[in-house]
Nanobody
Framework: QVQLVESGGGSVQPGGSLRLSCAAS???????MNWYRQAPGKQREFIAA???????NYADSVKGRFTLSRDNAKNTVYLQMNSLKPEDTAVYYC????????????WGQGTQVTVSS
């Protein structure tokens, strides 16, 4: 299993931006990378995915505001979050899965994002 470490969380005012990073312990070349978030009292929800091909997919709640990218050379994915809203407040988790290894389902420890005035 690849180990994942998220970073870049913090507190920001509404309308602000943050960039989250997810660094993997090994190559992510053939791995699909995903981001989820979990707000207090709510279930974990999918927000964005980037396939090994570079194709991206976003939840409607973040589409147009969040951008997911990957740097395979650095084994890192980046979630650029713009126009943040209070409802974006949550713990954000990075996840790795593979179309070639169904046993791969790794999660990071999460990073807190708080959007508040």
């Amino acid at each position: 299993q690849v180990q994942l470490v998220e970073s870049g969380g913090g507190s920001v005012q509404p309308g602000g931006s943050l960039r989250l990073s997810c660094a993997a312990s090994g190559s992510i070349f053939s791995i699909n990378m995903n981001w989820y978030r979990q707000a207090p009292g709510k279930q974990r929800e999918f927000i964005a995915a980037i396939e090994s091909s570079g194709s991206t997919n976003y939840a409607d709640s973040v589409k147009g505001r969040f951008t997911l990218s990957r740097d395979n050379a650095k084994n890192t994915v980046y979630l650029q979050m713009n126009s943040l809203k209070p409802e974006d407040t949550a713990v954000y988790y990075c996840n790795a899965r593979s179309d070639y290894d169904i046993t791969l389902d790794s999660w990071g420890q999460g990073t807190q994002v708080t959007v508040s005035s």
